[in-house]
């Protein structure tokens, strides 16, 4: 049967209609996606920046005898409660190192309580009438302010919120990525170039494909029970240590780095290993100096990806042991260590407001490095992607 011009016009004009539609959605979805990440990004700014700086006042420091048994006799008594008792507590090491500073009275900068901190930033505080008095007037003086928090870079974790920072999570991080790295990238590579050129395609390798494929979905949390039971329990990987760590998040990131880099090495056209083979080369040499040449930036772009998730991994790391409290950076692989989401979800559950601003700053931290590394891997394969 035979249908109208009118019909087929309606037809159309519904077509177009949804056609709109369609377009509509897709942008209203945009937007609100881009709209939540831009209130995310403006909540963990305006938190995070309180802490990037920190109350520091100028007070007498008295390097007396009495100083070396008793910190807190440093300072006079009515600067007591303002100065962070983690500064009073390095006044009898900085004696030992300085014999010269007995006896002699200086004025100092020196980082403050965080209540004072938090008074200064005008957040709540619990400091009473008189140390507020007192507060204001060094301000005045000039002898109360807020400077740019080099502890938040220097330090480690800290129970003075004022003195915590990230030193010892960021070292921890990058050995325990360097222990991923050197763990995951020759391991996934050679498999997948074994799966993608050598292995025949029967019924195990299509079973070995399929695991490896459901692997890259399974929660991050099993990959933690599976690194205690075996590093941890069976092998002997001391605890908490970034091998421990790195090798536990080697397991989670293989899964991609094969997948990526089988990607990449199929992307290679068998015109390159036919010609190869046409002038004698055995198999090997033409995966060796002719594949994986001309796949490698794949690889590469694929192997950043699976680091950045693993960096951000939390869940396998609190399995085991890596939450501890570390206030000194390791000084290697198998050292109790840290990792910045770990350490990032230890600051969420204190109940002091201050490492409310340092888990926001930490967040921005490692929101920055994040998009360094995906920046990277966009740059590699734009770089030096080969289109055939």
Known sequence: MSQSLDDISRQLKARHRKS????????????????????????????????????????????????????????????????????????????????????????????????????????????????????????EEGRADLRFNTYFFTNGDSKLP????????????????????????PVGVMTAIYLEEFAPDNKFTQAIEININNLAAVPSI??????????????????????????????????????????????????????????GATRWQVVRDHVLPLSLPGILTGSIIGLAQAMGETAPLIIIGMIAFIPDAPNSITQAATVMPAQIFTWAGMPERAYIERTAAGILVLLSVLITLNASAVYLRKKFERRW
């Not at 010892?168 to 990525?177: C, K, M, N, R």
């Not at 899964?255 to 015109?271: E, H, M, N, T």
């Open 222 to 279: 099993l990959f933690g029970l599976l690194g205690l039971a075996i590093f941890i329990n069976f092998f002997g990987v001391p605890r908490s240590s970034a091998l421990v760590g790195g090798l536990t998040l080697g397991l989670m990131t293989l899964p991609i780095i094969i997948i990526s880099s089988r990607a990449a090495l199929r992307s290679v056209p068998d015109s390159i290993r036919q010609a190869a083979f046409g002038v």
């Open 20 to 139: 709109r539609r369609l377009h509509w959605m897709s942008m209203t979805a945009l937007l609100l996606a881009g709209a939540f990440l831009l209130a995310f990004l403006a909540d963990m700014i305006g938190k995070g920046y309180p802490a990037f700086v920190q109350a520091e006042i100028q007070a007498e420091i008295h390097y007396s005898e009495m100083a070396k048994d008793i910190p807190l006799a440093a300072v006079d008594e009515d600067m007591r409660e303002l100065v962070s008792r983690g500064f009073l507590r390095l006044i009898p090491n900085e004696m030992e190192a300085n014999p010269e500073l007995l006896g002699t009275t200086r004025m100092r900068w020196v980082v403050a309580d965080d209540q004072v901190d938090q008074y200064l930033k005008g957040h709540y505080h619990q400091l009473d009438d008189e140390q507020v008095a007192i507060v204001d007037r060094l301000v």
């Open 162 to 185: 004022e003195i915590a920072g990230i030193q010892a999570a960021v070292v921890g991080s990058i050995l325990t990525l360097f222990v991923t790295l050197a763990f995951a990238f």
